[in-house]
C-alpha cells in the first residue's frame, strides 16, 4: 500500500518536471566536472538519481536528455564509477534507445554518441554482466541504424559466455564468429562497423589465459590493418592511429610476456603493411628488408635470451644513427624494453642489453621527455620489492647519454601549487637555458637523493654518481669544479662505512668518475680521499683505495685517458702505501691476536705492494727516487729480518715495475742499473748524521750532561739489497729483449757493465752472488768486445763457486749450475775442461731423482748433451736418465727426460748391441706397473717412429707391434690404450707392403677365434687403424673383414636374445660389448669408404642389416649409439627420400626395415641412459624416415590414424600400452607416418606422466619428450600446410600438455616447455591462426571436459558412499604422507653424499 503510494507521488511530482529536472541536472553534472573537486559519492548520487528519473521518461526527448547525461557517466573511470554501476546504466540506455522516436538529426546525434561511447565499453569493461548488457545495447540500435543488422549479432557471439559455466567464453559460438569475421566479413565491413570491433579486439588480446581467444584477436586486427594497406582510405587511417596505434601502445605496459608478444607481432605487421604511415615509417627499417632472423619485432619476444639480445643491440644502432621519431621511441620501445629492466627473472645478459638500450634512446629524446625518463626511473629506485640496482643503473645510462648544449633553450613545465588541498596544481611552460635547468632542477634533485641516506641504501645511491659527473662536465669550468669537488667529498666520506658493500661500491664509483674527469682532478682525489681516511683501519682503507685507482686509471681500457704518468702522485701514492707495509699499521697486523672484520686490512699489504709496481710502471727517471726514498728510510732504520724480508719483496715488485716502463728507455735503464749496481746513486748515499753541530774542542773537564744513545744506523750493512736490485733489473730487461744490440749507445753502456758484473761473483753476500750468476749469464750473450775475454774467467768462476759449495743443494750451486749450462748452450767458443765435466757429471748424479734440484741437473746436462761432450760417465748418466723416464711420478720431469735421451740416441754414437738394448728395455717397459710410466714410454716410441730411418725400426717391427698389441687388449687404462692406438697407426705408417700383408694376416687369424672375444675386439680395432691409415690397401680386403664383422655381430645378437629381460630398456647385465661395438665402428669407416656407388652397393649387401638393426635395442649405451649413428651415416649418404623398391625387407632402406628401425629408434629414446648428443642422433634418423614417409606416402591414407591419439585419453594413462601394440607390420607400412606421428604423441605423453608421479625421475628424463618436439618441428617444416592440418592433435596434444603443466620444476621441464612453446609457433605460423586456433580449443576443451567429468564422477561417487570416500582420503593422505617422507630422506641422502658435514671430521 506504501509503495503504490510512493508511485502514485511520483508520478505526480516527477513526470510534470522530468525536463526541469534533466536541464538542472545536467547543469550540476556540467559544473562539478568543471571544476574538478566532485567525489566518488556524488557521482553515485547523480547516477542514482538519473537512475531514478529513467523509469518515468515516455517520450523521445526525455530519452534523449537523459541519454547525454548517461553517456559521460559511463567515460568515468572505474574508480569513481564502478562497473557494477555501468552495467546499470547500460541497462537503463538500452530501454531509453528504444524510445528514441524515427530518423531525425538530434535522433542520429544521441544514436551516433551511443554508438561510439558503446565501441569505447568494449575496450575497457570486462566483466561478463557489463558486456553482457554492452551487446544488448547494440542489439537495440538496429533498429535505428541498417547497418548494425550484421554488427550486432557479431559482437554478441564475440561477448557469449557458456551458458552452463556462466564465467567461462562460449568457445564454440566465439571461435565460428572469429572464423566468419577473419574469413569473410573483414573486407564488407566499413570504417564506423570497424571501430566496436578493433575496441573488442584490443579487449581481447590482453586476455592471458586465453591462446585460441588471444590469437584470433591479433588475427583480427591484422585483417583490418591489411584494409588499411589495400583501401588507403583517411578514415581508416585516423581509426587505425586513434585505436589501434593508441591500443598497442598502451598494451605494452602489459605486465604480461604473452600479451606483449601478440601487441608486438600486431606492431610489426602493421609496419610492414603501412610502411606509408607516418607514425610507422621510422619503424620500417626494424624489420630488416624481411630477414626473419634480423627482424627486430620477431626476436624481441622471442624464447631464446640471445636473440633478444640481438635484437636490443639493432635498435640500439638505429637509435645511434638518428632514424627514430622521439615519440615513437617513448611511447613504444621505451614501455618495451622497460621491462625487461623491471623483471627479476630477466637474464643478466639481457638486462645489461636493455640498460644500454635505454641509454641510447635517451641520447634522442626531448628535454621533457628525457626528464621524465630520469624521474620514471629514479622513482622506481625508491620503490619497494623493485629491482632497484637494475633500476639504478637505467639512472645512470641515462645520464651518460645526456646530449643536451648548454646554451640550448628548452621548454619547462612549472607547478603552481595552491594552498587548498582538494585543488590541482596549475602547470605552465617556461623557456629557459639547460644550463640553469641542469644547475636548479637536474643536479639538485639528483645531489639530493644522493645524500638522503634515508632514502635508500648506499649500495644504491653511489653509483649514481659516474652519471652526475657525466652530466656536470658538461658545465662550464667555474661551475663544474665545485660541483665535482663535493662529490669526491661525499664519495671519500662513504668509505668510512662499516659495510663492505658500501666500501667497495664507492672505490668503483671513484675510479670511474676518475677515468671521466680526467688527469687533472687525480691530486684532487688522492687529496680527498687522504682528508678522509686518517687513522686506524681507516689507513688500510685509503690504501686499497689508492691502488685500486692508479691500477684502473692505467688499465688497457683507460689507455686513451692521457694519464700519461704518475708523477704527481707517486709521492703520496708511495707514502701511503710504506705507512701499510712498514709501519704502525702494517705492524699491528701482523699480531697473532690481531682480529678484524674488515678485508681491506688483510689484503691492505698485497695491494700497497701492487701499488709500487703500478707506480713504477708508469712514472718518469726522475719520479724513481719517490718510491725508493721510504725503502732507504727503512734500510736506515732496521736489520730486522722480517722487515728485510719486505724490502726485498717491495724492490722485486718496484723491478718488475720498472722494467715494463715505457716512459724508461733503455739507455735511462743502462744507467739506473749501473748506479745501483756500483752504488753511485745520490739517494743511495748514507745519510749525513742529523740533529747535532760540529762540537769544537771542548774547555770544561766536568761534564755537565750525560750522553744520550745514539739511534744505530744499519744501512751498510743492507746496502747490498740495491745492488741485488740493479742486477735483478738487468737481468729481466735482458730477457725482455730491451736492448737494441745494433745501437752503438746500447753497446757503449753495455761495455762497462761485463766487468762490474763479474766482479759480482766474488762478493760475499750470496744474494748479490745468485743475482751476479744470472746477469753473467745474461751479458755475456750479448755482442760486446769484451765479453769473449772475461768467458773463461766466468765460466771457472762458475765452477769454482760448486767446488766450494761442496754438493748442487745450496741455492748459490743450483743457480750456479743454471748459469753454467746457459753459459755453455748461447756460447759456441765456450770450453768446458774435460776435468771440469767429469767433476760437474759426478756432483749432479746423486740429485738427478731430486725433484728440488732436477731443473738445474737437467738444464746443464741438456747443455751438455747439445754441445756434443763426450766422456765414459755420460753413457752412464743416460742410462739413468732412461730409468727416470719411467720411473718418475711427474710428467714434466719425464717429458725433460725423453727429450735428454731422444738427443743423445740421435746425435751420439750406438752401437748395434746398444741400440738393441734401448729398443728392448722400451718395448719391456709397456707393462710397467703405474701408467704414468707405460705412456711416457709411448710417447718416447712416437718419436721414436717419426725421427729414425724405417730400415732401423724394420728389425724391431715385431717386437714393437705384438707389445703394442698386448697393451691394446689388457692395459685398463683408457689413456695408455688410446696412445697404443696412435702408436700402432704409427707403426703401419712406417711398415713396407709385405709387412703390412703379414700384419693383415695375423689380423684376420685372431678375427676368426671367436672363444676369445677380446682377441677378437682387438682385431676388429686393428681393422679400423688398417682403413685409418690405408684406405687404398684396404679395400681389397673388405669382403674378408665383413665375413668376421657379421659373423661377430650375429653372435652378440643370438647372446642378447638368450637373456630374458624386463623391459627393452634392461641395462642389468655386462654382456661382451666391446665386441660388437668395435665392429660397428669398423662398418662406419668401411661406409666412408664406398665412394662409387656401384661398389658401394655390392660392399653394403654383404652386410647383415637386421643383425645392426637389432642392436639398436643391445643393452649397452655405446652399442646403441654406435648402431644409430652408423643408421644415420647410411642415411646420410640417400639424395633422395622415400622407399626403395627392389631390395630386400631387412634393408633398413625399405618399408619394412624404416618402420623396424623407426619403431627402435622410438624405443631408444625411452631409455634413462641417453644423453644429448644421443638424443639428437635419433632424431636425425627418424626426420630422415619421417621424410621418407611422407614421400613415400598414399594421400588416401595419410590420416588413417590421425585419431589414435587426440587429447582425450586419460591422464591417468601411464606406458600401459602402446598405440601400434598389436598392430600389424603389413598395416603399418600402408600408412607409416600417421603410426609414426601417434607412437612418439604418445612417447611424449607417458614420459611426461612418469615423472609427473616420481619425484626421484633420472635428470635427463626430458630428453625423450624434447627430442620428439624436434622432430615434430622438423616434420612441420617439411610438411605442407594441408597435409599436416591432419597431424594437429599429435602435435598439439603433448604441446597443450607440456605448456600447462605446474606441477613439475626443473630445469628439464623449462627446457621442454621452450621447445613446446617454439613448436607452437612454428605450427601456428604454418597452417594459419584459424586452423591453430581451432585444433587447439579443440584439444584445450576436450581436457578440460575429461577434468570435469572426473570430477563430477567422483562427487557422485562420494556422495553415494561416503564412508568409503573417507578411507579413500585417508589413504591418499597417509600416501602423501609417506611420499614427502620418502622425498625428505632423497633429499638428505643426497646432502650428505655430496657435501660433508661441518660437524664431521673429514680424515
Same mark, same amino acid.
Given at each position: 500500500m506504501a509503495a503504490s503510494s510512493d508511485q502514485k507521488v511520483a508520478e505526480a511530482l516527477v513526470k510534470p518536471h522530468i525536463f526541469i529536472l534533466i536541464e538542472y541536472l545536467a547543469k550540476m553534472i556540467k559544473d562539478s566536472s568543471t571544476s574538478g573537486t566532485t567525489a566518488p559519492e556524488s557521482y553515485q548520487n547523480q547516477i542514482y538519481i538519473l537512475r531514478t528519473i529513467s523509469e518515468y521518461a515516455a517520450d523521445a526527448p526525455q530519452a534523449i536528455g537523459l541519454i547525454q547525461l548517461l553517456l559521460p557517466m559511463l567515460q568515468k573511470p572505474s574508480s569513481q564509477v564502478g562497473e557494477k554501476t555501468k552495467v546499470e546504466l547500460l541497462q537503463v540506455i538500452c530501454r531509453l534507445v528504444t524510445l528514441i522516436g524515427p530518423e531525425d538529426s538530434e535522433s542520429a546525434r544521441i544514436v551516433s554518441a551511443v554508438f561510439e561511447s558503446l565501441s569505447y565499453l568494449l575496450q575497457s569493461l570486462r566483466g561478463?554482466?557489463? /558486456?553482457?548488457?554492452?551487446?544488448?545495447?547494440?542489439?537495440?540500435?538496429?533498429?535505428?541504424?541498417?547497418?548494425?543488422?550484421?554488427?550486432?549479432?557479431?559482437?554478441?557471439?564475440?561477448?557469449?559466455?557458456?551458458?552452463?559455466?556462466?564465467?567461462?567464453?562460449?568457445?564454440?559460438?566465439?571461435?565460428?564468429?572469429?572464423?566468419?569475421?577473419?574469413?569473410?566479413?573483414?573486407?564488407?565491413?566499413?570504417?564506423?562497423?570497424?571501430?566496436?570491433?578493433l575496441h573488442n579486439m584490443i579487449h581481447f588480446i590482453h586476455d592471458r589465459d586465453e591462446l585460441s581467444i588471444r590469437n584470433n584477436a591479433a588475427f583480427s586486427l591484422k585483417r583490418f590493418i591489411e584494409m588499411v594497406g589495400k583501401v588507403e582510405s583517411l578514415e581508416m587511417q585516423r581509426l587505425f592511429n586513434q585505436v589501434v596505434l593508441t591500443g598497442l601502445k598502451n598494451g605494452l605496459r602489459s605486465k604480461h610476456e604473452t600479451v606483449r608478444g601478440e601487441l608486438v607481432s600486431v606492431l610489426a605487421f602493421a609496419v610492414k603493411i603501412c610502411p606509408n604511415n607516418p607514425s610507422l615509417a621510422d619503424m620500417t627499417p626494424l624489420l630488416a628488408s624481411g630477414d626473419?632472423?634480423?627482424?627486430?619485432?620477431?626476436?624481441?619476444?622471442?624464447?631464446?635470451?640471445?636473440?633478444?639480445?640481438?635484437?636490443?643491440?639493432?635498435?640500439?644502432?638505429?637509435?645511434?644513427?638518428?632514424?627514430?621519431?622521439?615519440?615513437?621511441?617513448?611511447?613504444?620501445?621505451?614501455?618495451?624494453?622497460?621491462?625487461?629492466?623491471?623483471?627479476?627473472?630477466?637474464?643478466?645478459?639481457?638486462?645489461?642489453?636493455?640498460?644500454?638500450?635505454? @641509454?641510447?634512446?635517451?641520447?634522442?629524446?626531448?628535454?621533457?621527455?628525457?626528464?621524465?625518463?630520469?624521474? +620514471?626511473?629514479?622513482?622506481?629506485?625508491?620503490?619497494?620489492?623493485?629491482?632497484?640496482?637494475?633500476?639504478?643503473?637505467?639512472?645512470?645510462?641515462?645520464l651518460d647519454n645526456f646530449h643536451f648544449t648548454m646554451e640550448e633553450v628548452v621548454q619547462v613545465t612549472i607547478e603552481e601549487e595552491d594552498s587548498k588541498p582538494d585543488v590541482v596544481a596549475i602547470e605552465h611552460a617556461q623557456s629557459t637555458k639547460v644550463t640553469e635547468v641542469v644547475n636548479n632542477r637536474l643536479l639538485p634533485s639528483l645531489l639530493q637523493f644522493m645524500e638522503q641516506r634515508q632514502e635508500t641504501e648506499d649500495a644504491l645511491r653511489l653509483p649514481m654518481a659516474v652519471g652526475v659527473v657525466k652530466v656536470a662536465l658538461h658545465l662550464p669550468e667555474d661551475k663544474r669544479?665545485?660541483?665535482?669537488?663535493?662529490?669526491?667529498?661525499?664519495?671519500?666520506?662513504?668509505?668510512?662505512?662499516?659495510?663492505?658493500?658500501?666500501?667497495?661500491?664507492?672505490?668503483?664509483?671513484?675510479?670511474?668518475?676518475?677515468?671521466?674527469?680526467?688527469?687533472?682532478?687525480?691530486?684532487?682525489?688522492?687529496?680527498?680521499?687522504?682528508?678522509?681516511?686518517? /687513522? @686506524?683501519?681507516?689507513?688500510?682503507?685509503?690504501?686499497?683505495?689508492?691502488?685500486?685507482?692508479?691500477?684502473?686509471?692505467?688499465?688497457?681500457?683507460?689507455?686513451?685517458?692521457?694519464?700519461?704518468?704518475?708523477?704527481?702522485?707517486?709521492?703520496?701514492?708511495?707514502?701511503?702505501?710504506?705507512?701499510?707495509?712498514?709501519?704502525?699499521?702494517?705492524?699491528?697486523?701482523?699480531?697473532?691476536?690481531?682480529?678484524?672484520?674488515?678485508?681491506?686490512?688483510?689484503?691492505?699489504?698485497?695491494?700497497?705492494?701492487?701499488?709500487?709496481?703500478?707506480?713504477?710502471?708508469?712514472?718518469?727517471?726522475?719520479?724513481?727516487?719517490?718510491?725508493?726514498?721510504?725503502?732507504?728510510?727503512?734500510?736506515?732504520?732496521?736489520?730486522?729480518?722480517?722487515?728485510?724480508?719486505?724490502?726485498?719483496?717491495?724492490?722485486?715488485?718496484?723491478?718488475?715495475?720498472?722494467?715494463?716502463?715505457?716512459?724508461?728507455?733503455?739507455?735511462?735503464?743502462?744507467?739506473?742499473?749501473?748506479?745501483?749496481?756500483?752504488?753511485?746513486?745520490?739517494?743511495?748515499?748514507?745519510?749525513?748524521?742529523?740533529?747535532?753541530r760540529k762540537q769544537g774542542k771542548k774547555d770544561f773537564i766536568v761534564q755537565t750532561k750525560r750522553d744520550l744513545p745514539q739511534a744505530a744506523r744499519h744501512y751498510a750493512q743492507n746496502s747490498y739489497r740495491f745492488i741485488v736490485f740493479g742486477l735483478d733489473l738487468f737481468v729481466v730487461a735482458f730477457r725482455r729483449n730491451r736492448f737494441d744490440f745494433q745501437d752503438e749507445g746500447i753497446i757503449a753502456r753495455l761495455e762497462p757493465l761485463v766487468s762490474t758484473i763479474g766482479n759480482t761473483l766474488y762478493s760475499t753476500a750470496t744474494p748479490v752472488v745468485i743475482a751476479g750468476l744470472k746477469a753473467a749469464a745474461s751479458i755475456i750473450r750479448?755482442?760486446?768486445?769484451?765479453?769473449?775475454?772475461?768467458?773463461?774467467?766466468?765460466?771457472?768462476?762458475?765452477?769454482?763457486?760448486?767446488?766450494?759449495?761442496?754438493?748442487?743443494?745450496?741455492?748459490?750451486?743450483?743457480?750456479?749450475? =743454471?748459469?753454467?749450462?746457459?753459459?755453455?748452450?748461447?756460447?759456441?767458443?765456450?770450453?768446458?775442461?774435460?776435468?771440469?765435466?767429469?767433476?760437474?757429471?759426478?756432483?749432479?748424479?746423486?740429485?738427478?731423482?731430486?725433484?728440488?734440484?732436477?731443473?738445474?741437473?737437467?738444464?746443464?746436462?741438456?747443455?751438455?748433451? =747439445?754441445?756434443?761432450?763426450?766422456?765414459?760417465?755420460?753413457?752412464?748418466?743416460?742410462?739413468?736418465?732412461?730409468?727416470?723416464?719411467?720411473?718418475?711420478?711427474?710428467?714434466?720431469?719425464q717429458e725433460v727426460c725423453r727429450g735428454i735421451l731422444l738427443q743423445f740416441l740421435l746425435d751420439y754414437p750406438q752401437g748395434k748391441g746398444r741400440l738393441k738394448k734401448q729398443m728392448t728395455f722400451l718395448a719391456s717397459n709397456l707393462t710397467y706397473t703405474f701408467d704414468s710410466g707405460r705412456i711416457s714410454v709411448m710417447t718416447f716410441l712416437d718419436a721414436i717412429f717419426h725421427k729414425?730411418?724405417?730400415?732401423?725400426?724394420?728389425?724391431?717391427?715385431?717386437?714393437?707391434?705384438?707389445?703394442?698389441?698386448?697393451?691394446?687388449?689388457?692395459?685398463?687404462?683408457?689413456q695408455c690404450r688410446e696412445q697404443a692406438s696412435r702408436l700402432i697407426k704409427s707403426l703401419y705408417e712406417v711398415m713396407g707392403a709385405k709387412a703390412r700383408e703379414q700384419m693383415f694376416e695375423r689380423t684376420r687369424v685372431w678375427a676368426s677365434q671367436a672363444s676369445q672375444q677380446t682377441l677378437v675386439g682387438v682385431a676388429f680395432q686393428i681393422y679400423g687403424f688398417m682403413i685409418d691409415v690405408a684406405p687404398d690397401d684396404s679395400r681389397q680386403h673388405l669382403e674378408v673383414m665383413l665375413e668376421g664383422l657379421n659373423r661377430s655381430l650375429k653372435e652378440a645378437v643370438d647372446e642378447q636374445e638368450q637373456a630374458t629381460f624386463a623391459e627393452p630398456d634392461s641395462m642389468d647385465i655386462d654382456p661382451h660389448w666391446q665386441t660388437p661395438y668395435q665392429a660397428i665402428l669398423v662398418l662406419s669407416k668401411i661406409l666412408k669408404l664406398l665412394t662409387d656407388a656401384e661398389s658401394a652397393a655390392n660392399i653394403l649387401g654383404l652386410v647383415d642389416w637386421k643383425t645392426v638393426v637389432d642392436l639398436m635395442l643391445f643393452p649397452h649405451a655405446w652399442i646403441r649409439m654406435a648402431s644409430s649413428r652408423f643408421l644415420g651415416a647410411l642415411y646420410a649418404t640417400q639424395t633422395n627420400s622415400g622407399f626403395k623398391s627392389h631390395i630386400s625387407n631387412i634393408d633398413p632402406l625399405s618399408p619394412h626395415g624404416m618402420i623396424r628401425t623407426a619403431r627402435n629408434s622410438s624405443m631408444q629414446l625411452r631409455s634413462a641412459h641417453i644423453d644429448q648428443a644421443f638424443s639428437i642422433q635419433i632424431v636425425?634418423?627418424?626426420?630422415?624416415?619421417?621424410?621418407?614417409?611422407?614421400?613415400?606416402?598414399?594421400?588416401?591414407?595419410?590420416?588413417?590414424?590421425?585419431?589414435?591419439?587426440?587429447?582425450?585419453?586419460?591422464?591417468?594413462?601411464?606406458?600401459? @600400452?602402446?598405440?601400434?601394440?598389436?598392430?600389424?607390420?603389413?598395416?603399418?607400412?600402408?600408412?607409416?607416418?600417421?603410426?609414426?606421428?601417434?607412437?612418439?604423441?604418445?612417447?611424449?605423453?607417458?614420459?611426461?606422466?612418469?615423472?609427473?608421479?616420481?619425484?626421484?625421475?633420472? +635428470?635427463?628424463?626430458?630428453?625423450?619428450?624434447?627430442?620428439?618436439?624436434?622432430?615434430?618441428?622438423?616434420?612441420?617444416?617439411?610438411?605442407?600446410?594441408?597435409?599436416?592440418?591432419?597431424?594437429?592433435?599429435?602435435?598439439?596434444?603433448?604441446?597443450?600438455?607440456?605448456?600447462?603443466d605446474d606441477t613439475v620444476r626443473d630445469n628439464g621441464m623449462d627446457e621442454a616447455k621452450t621447445m613446446a612453446q617454439e613448436l607452437q609457433e612454428?605450427?601456428?605460423?604454418?597452417?594459419?591462426?584459424?586452423?591453430?586456433?581451432?585444433?587447439?580449443?579443440?584439444?584445450?576443451?576436450?581436457?578440460?571436459?575429461?577434468?570435469?567429468?572426473?570430477?563430477?564422477?567422483?562427487?557422485?561417487?562420494?556422495?553415494?558412499?561416503?564412508?568409503?570416500?573417507?578411507?579413500?582420503?585417508?589413504?591418499?593422505?597417509?600416501?602423501?604422507?609417506?611420499?614427502? +617422507?620418502?622425498?625428505?630422506?632423497?633429499?638428505?641422502?643426497? +646432502?650428505?653424499?655430496?657435501?660433508?658435514? =661441518?660437524?664431521r671430521r673429514v680424515e
Open positions: 561478463r554482466q557489463a /558486456r553482457i548488457a554492452v551487446s544488448n545495447v547494440f542489439t537495440a540500435l538496429v533498429s535505428h541504424d541498417t547497418s548494425m543488422s550484421r554488427l550486432a549479432p557479431l559482437i554478441e557471439a564475440l561477448n557469449s559466455f557458456d551458458r552452463h559455466r556462466p564465467e567461462e567464453p562460449d568457445f564454440d559460438r566465439r571461435m565460428e564468429a572469429f572464423t566468419t569475421l577473419n574469413e569473410e566479413l573483414y573486407s564488407q565491413l566499413s570504417t564506423r562497423q570497424w571501430t566496436p570491433v626473419e632472423e634480423a627482424n627486430f619485432f620477431n626476436n624481441i619476444g622471442h624464447i631464446q635470451v640471445h636473440r633478444r639480445t640481438r635484437a636490443l643491440r639493432r635498435l640500439a644502432e638505429h637509435c645511434s644513427n638518428g632514424q627514430m621519431r622521439p615519440s615513437t621511441l617513448y611511447e613504444i620501445f621505451v614501455p618495451m624494453i622497460s621491462h625487461f629492466i623491471a623483471d627479476k627473472n630477466t637474464d643478466h645478459h639481457l638486462v645489461n642489453e636493455a640498460i644500454t638500450t635505454i @641509454g641510447q634512446i635517451s641520447r634522442h629524446l626531448g628535454w621533457s621527455r628525457y626528464y621524465a625518463l630520469v624521474q +620514471k626511473f629514479l622513482k622506481a629506485v625508491k620503490e619497494e620489492g623493485s629491482a632497484e640496482k637494475v633500476n639504478m643503473r637505467t639512472v645512470v645510462a641515462i669544479r665545485p660541483q665535482i669537488t663535493r662529490l669526491l667529498t661525499i664519495l671519500s666520506q662513504a668509505l668510512r662505512s662499516k659495510s663492505s658493500e658500501t666500501r667497495d661500491i664507492a672505490r668503483d664509483v671513484i675510479c670511474k668518475i676518475v677515468t671521466s674527469i680526467g688527469p687533472s682532478y687525480l691530486s684532487t682525489a688522492v687529496k680527498e680521499l687522504k682528508m678522509a681516511l686518517t /687513522r @686506524g683501519p681507516q689507513l688500510h682503507v685509503l690504501a686499497v683505495t689508492c691502488h685500486s685507482l692508479i691500477h684502473h686509471i692505467t688499465s688497457d681500457e683507460n689507455a686513451q685517458k692521457e694519464f700519461v704518468n704518475l708523477d704527481e702522485v707517486a709521492a703520496s701514492v708511495a707514502e701511503v702505501s710504506a705507512e701499510v707495509i712498514f709501519g704502525q699499521s702494517g705492524k699491528e697486523l701482523q699480531g697473532e691476536d690481531f682480529k678484524t672484520k674488515m678485508r681491506e686490512v688483510r689484503s691492505a699489504s698485497s695491494k700497497g705492494l701492487d701499488a709500487m709496481t703500478i707506480l713504477a710502471r708508469f712514472i718518469t727517471p726522475t719520479a724513481i727516487g719517490h718510491i725508493l726514498l721510504p725503502l732507504r728510510s727503512i734500510m736506515h732504520e732496521t736489520q730486522a729480518t722480517k722487515v728485510m724480508q719486505l724490502v726485498d719483496e717491495t724492490l722485486k715488485r718496484i723491478a718488475s715495475g720498472l722494467n715494463s716502463n715505457a716512459l724508461l728507455d733503455p739507455p735511462a735503464l743502462l744507467s739506473l742499473c749501473h748506479t745501483l749496481v756500483s752504488q753511485n746513486a745520490k739517494f743511495l748515499q748514507e745519510k749525513q748524521k742529523i740533529g747535532g750479448a755482442p760486446l768486445h769484451s765479453a769473449p775475454r772475461s768467458l773463461s774467467v766466468i765460466i771457472h768462476q762458475q765452477v769454482e763457486i760448486v767446488r766450494q759449495a761442496g754438493s748442487v743443494e745450496s741455492e748459490v750451486a743450483q743457480t750456479a749450475l =743454471k748459469s753454467l749450462a746457459t753459459t755453455l748452450r748461447e756460447c759456441a767458443s765456450s770450453q768446458l775442461k774435460e776435468n771440469d765435466l767429469k767433476f760437474i757429471l759426478e756432483v749432479m748424479e746423486p740429485d738427478l731423482e731430486e725433484v728440488e734440484r732436477q731443473a738445474s741437473v737437467f738444464a746443464l746436462l741438456r747443455a751438455i748433451i =747439445k754441445r756434443k761432450l763426450v766422456v765414459p760417465e755420460i753413457y752412464d748418466m743416460l742410462d739413468k736418465i732412461a730409468s727416470i723416464m719411467v720411473t718418475s711420478q711427474s710428467s714434466q720431469v729414425f730411418e724405417p730400415s732401423l725400426l724394420a728389425e724391431f717391427l715385431d717386437l714393437f707391434f705384438v707389445s703394442l698389441v698386448m697393451v691394446l687388449a689388457n692395459d685398463e687404462s683408457a636425425k634418423n627418424l626426420v630422415f624416415l619421417g621424410k621418407s614417409f611422407y614421400a613415400s606416402r598414399n594421400r588416401t591414407q595419410v590420416g588413417a590414424d590421425s585419431d589414435s591419439e587426440d587429447g582425450r585419453g586419460t591422464e591417468s594413462e601411464s606406458s600401459a @600400452g602402446e598405440p601400434d601394440k598389436n598392430v600389424k607390420l603389413e598395416q603399418i607400412v600402408q600408412a607409416p607416418l600417421p603410426w609414426l606421428f601417434s607412437r612418439l604423441s604418445y612417447q611424449v605423453k607417458a614420459s611426461h606422466l612418469k615423472r609427473r608421479n616420481r619425484f626421484d625421475s633420472p +635428470k635427463n628424463w626430458y630428453l625423450e619428450p624434447l627430442a620428439i618436439l624436434q622432430w615434430f618441428a622438423a616434420m612441420v617444416s617439411i610438411m605442407d600446410a594441408d597435409d599436416l592440418q591432419q597431424f594437429l592433435n599429435h602435435i598439439l596434444t603433448p604441446v597443450y600438455r607440456l605448456l600447462e612454428l605450427v601456428q605460423s604454418k597452417v594459419g591462426t584459424t586452423a591453430f586456433t581451432a585444433a587447439y580449443t579443440q584439444i584445450r576443451q576436450g581436457a578440460l571436459a575429461i577434468r570435469r567429468e572426473r570430477k563430477a564422477a567422483q562427487a557422485v561417487l562420494n556422495t553415494a558412499d561416503p564412508q568409503a570416500a573417507a578411507k579413500r582420503q585417508m589413504r591418499r593422505n597417509m600416501a602423501k604422507k609417506d611420499g614427502r +617422507k620418502r622425498k625428505s630422506q632423497f633429499v638428505r641422502e643426497l +646432502k650428505t653424499a655430496n657435501v660433508p658435514s =661441518k660437524r
